[in-house]
């Protein structure tokens, strides 16, 4: 199966910060990338698909000047949670498109 | 209604017990069928990739789907205690190039 790696896999970090979260797809090239998030025993829910070399787009509710996603190489999506709070605090996950099954490891937020 | 229903559980059951998990949904395009096994706080790794309705057997596990009730199970015999996880379905309309569509997922403990 398909090689996504994410990092990192987990971090923690004060209300109003920033965090930088990548994924990379280690043996193959990823156009396009979903990431989804997942809040504790919730399921996983698509909050945008990024697109390389072009724009984002972002599931309804989902506030695309708070989650910034870049992509700027086939094998690099990343995803800027800014200004963190802690009703950001989730489970994030990506998964390229090419191979829609497989998903990275998650990184774990946590917004104190 | 959600578009795919999963009984969160938690189940519990003996060592060396059949397993019956299930999902139901009511999107009727939904063609592909996932199942899931998420450790805590680790990605979801795929278990079973079924295609329209049928049974599909790999080890273990066998995966069914029943398209006409929109149903679909996933049965692991002889349990270890290693099957503790959450199991989450997931399903989508095409294969590849499409997000997925997950339900909550059900915790699973396997009792020694």
């Known amino acids: 199966g398909a090689v996504v790696s994410q990092h990192p896999s987990w971090v923690i970090c004060k209300s109003g910060t920033s965090v930088k979260i990548e994924c990379r797809s280690l043996d193959f090239q990823a156009t396009t990338m979903f990431w989804y998030r997942q809040f504790p025993k919730q399921s996983l829910m698509l909050m945008a698909t990024s697109n390389e070399g072009s724009k984002a787009t972002y599931e309804q509710g989902v506030e695309k000047d708070k989650f910034l996603i870049n992509h700027a190489s086939l094998t690099l999506s990343t995803l800027t949670v800014t200004s963190a709070h802690p009703e950001d605090s989730s489970f994030y996950i990506c998964s390229p498109q090419e191979e829609t099954q497989y998903f990275g490891p998650g990184t774990r937020l946590l917004v104190l | 209604q959600k578009e795919v229903e999963q009984d969160p559980g938690p189940l519990s059951v003996p060592e060396g017990a059949i397993v019956s998990l299930n999902c139901t949904y009511s999107?009727?395009?939904?063609?592909?069928f996932m199942w899931y096994r998420q450790y805590s706080r680790k990605g979801p790794e795929l278990l079973m990739y079924t295609y329209s309705s049928g049974n599909k057997e790999d080890g273990r596990f066998t995966a069914q789907v029943d398209k006409s009730s929109k149903y679909i199970s996933l049965f692991i015999r002889d349990s270890q205690p290693s099957d503790s996880a959450t199991y989450l379905c997931?399903?989508?309309?095409?294969?590849?190039?499409?997000?997925?569509?997950f339900g909550k997922g059900t915790r699973l403990s396997v009792i020694a």
């Open positions: 997931a399903m989508s309309r095409y294969s590849g190039n499409t997000p997925l569509v």
């Open positions: 999107n009727s395009a939904f063609q592909y």
